[in-house]
């Protein structure tokens, strides 16, 4: 579902962002992404997801290299930031049918599916509002339930459950679950170390913009704690 090879991204000025990065994904995988702030967490999922160049590496999505048919691959994926920046001039409704018409949805599609999501995130009543008007958490949803209605097959999501209210963490996880039942992916950003042991069968650790650490959950753990084996790496890599 989606190959990483030796992605470098570097800034100007900086020695911060990803080196010689490897990992892959296969359809069904909820992988955790693990790492401090500022370790290339964000830098990593911004490549995939098309939004930054980089000159070294390859990424593939199912098989299409992001880089050469970059808008086959971003038909495939979906990408939430932790900090949604919507339009904020339109409506709850407006956007989620602006994202509609951008992915080719038919009107009974996208109604029968803002029904449905909007309806679990409890925002159906806000849809004719104003997004300006919307809390942090509401704006998560909103962005959430526009990735959801356009049914991807790989979901990118950085620190998702920030800002979300316990029951809407909940429903986020059981669609996650619920994508990988059905031969899609999902690879997430967080520093919730106990929800990635509990929801994800495989995790990445990565520090400084390097990958110290690969695998599915029961491997790296052996029987410890995640939160456990990550601050006993950091301690190793020091």
């Not at 800002?163 to 619920?178: Q, S």
């Not at 106990?194 to 753990?221: P, Q, S, W, Y």
Request: glycine share 10%.
């Amino acid at each position: 579902m989606l190959q990483i090879e030796n992605l470098t991204k570097t800034y100007k000025g900086s020695g911060k962002g990803v080196k010689n990065l490897t990992l892959s994904l296969s359809a069904g995988d909820i992988y955790g992404f693990i790492g401090h702030n500022g370790a290339g967490k964000t830098t990593t999922l911004k490549c995939i997801a098309g939004i930054l160049d980089f000159k070294e590496g390859k990424i593939l999505v199912d098989g299409h290299s992001v880089k050469e048919e970059d808008l086959l691959c971003k038909s495939m994926i979906a990408y939430i930031p932790d900090n949604p920046d919507l339009p904020e001039y339109l409506t709850g409704i407006q956007y989620l049918n602006f994202i509609s018409d951008i992915y080719g949805l038919s009107k009974e599609t996208r109604m029968e599916k803002i029904k449905k999501y909007t309806g679990m995130f409890e925002i159906t009543d806000a849809l004719g509002d104003l997004i300006s008007s919307y809390s942090h958490g509401m704006k998560q949803k909103l962005a959430l339930v526009s990735a959801w209605i356009r049914n991807p097959k790989l979901m990118l999501l950085d620190e998702p459950f920030v800002g979300l209210d316990p029951k809407a963490a909940h429903i986020l996880k059981e669609l996650m679950r619920e994508l990988c039942r059905e031969g899609g992916a999902v690879f997430f950003s967080t520093h919730v170390l106990d929800v990635a042991e509990k929801l994800c069968n495989r995790v990445a650790i990565i520090k400084g913009g390097e990958l110290i650490a690969a695998g599915d959950i029961a491997t790296l753990t052996h029987g410890d704690s995640l939160e456990n084996v990550f601050m006993e790496m950091l301690k190793w890599e020091e």
